[in-house]
């Protein structure tokens, strides 16, 4: 079973050929919506909308632990592609790219990160030195190469809190820190994937130049912000496609 993870922009999955839904309920609270259930190709396929079908649960209040947790066991997935929307930083990462990153720093806070919290119950380190599969990233990598979408491999992901945008001095910050591009969800997400060993990646998708960078030097405009991320929504479903055509 193969878990998507539908970040802004992707509330649906125009391909999935949907065959039921399931209102799960979970030890940590309710998921971001019901699972979504069906195929795409060969690959039986779970989707859930991590900020809810209407989009209305921000970043910071995605309840990570439910949706996790609802994957790996009431979904019984096996691995999990995550969709998320992104600034760019890097100079070759601009509006429209598709990129898949190999590292995450995190500047999120208060956000309910391990499953495990009991202090009854042993600690738990998980090796995090690599956040995301390297197998399923050169999955995702080989699926887009199939199909001839452009996509980028390699790059540092900056979580940060939101719902706001960064400031331009925040943005130089994070290129100083070596980031690449800047998001919401990446984490705790992608720890907590580890956690319950749950091979999981990320396909993000830059919908704008991060606050003072390229044409964003003063302001987003938010109207080519939303065009740009449709656009390339519509090239993930491809990559997805090919993905899903391997089994």
Not at 12 to 40: C, D, K, M
Not at 73 to 84: I, L, P, T, W
Not at 88 to 97: K, Q, S, T, V, W
């Amino acid at each position: 079973m193969l878990a998507i993870l539908g970040g802004s922009g992707l509330t649906q999955l125009a391909n999935l050929e949907v065959t039921h839904r399931q209102v799960v309920r979970t030890p940590y609270g309710e998921p971001s919506g019901a699972l979504t259930f069906g195929r795409i190709g060969k690959r039986d396929v779970v989707f859930l909308a991590r900020h809810g079908y209407g989009h209305t649960i921000p970043p910071h209040l995605v309840n990570y632990r439910a949706n996790i947790w609802a994957l790996k066991h009431s979904a019984a997935a096996g691995q999990v592609v995550s969709v998320a929307s992104v600034g760019g930083i890097r100079a070759d990462l601009g509006p429209g790219a598709l990129v898949v990153p190999q590292q995450i720093v995190d500047y999120t806070w208060g956000r309910k990160s391990t499953f495990h919290e009991s202090i009854e119950q042993p600690v738990v380190h998980i090796d995090f030195t690599e956040p995301y599969d390297n197998e399923l990233r050169c999955q995702l990598i080989a699926a887009a190469q199939r199909c001839g979408a452009a996509l980028s491999s390699g790059g540092v992901y900056a979580a940060t809190q939101g719902p706001r945008l960064e400031t331009a001095a925040e943005i130089g910050r994070l290129e100083r820190d070596g980031a690449d591009m800047v998001g919401m969800t990446g984490m705790p997400e992608a720890a907590l994937a580890r956690e319950a060993e749950l091979p999981y990646a990320t396909i993000a998708v830059v919908a704008n130049w991060a606050a003072g960078r390229g044409n964003n030097s003063h302001s987003i405009s938010f109207d080519s912000l939303e065009r740009v991320l449709s656009e390339g929504i519509g090239r993930v479903h491809t990559v997805i496609e090919s993905f899903c055509e391997v089994g």
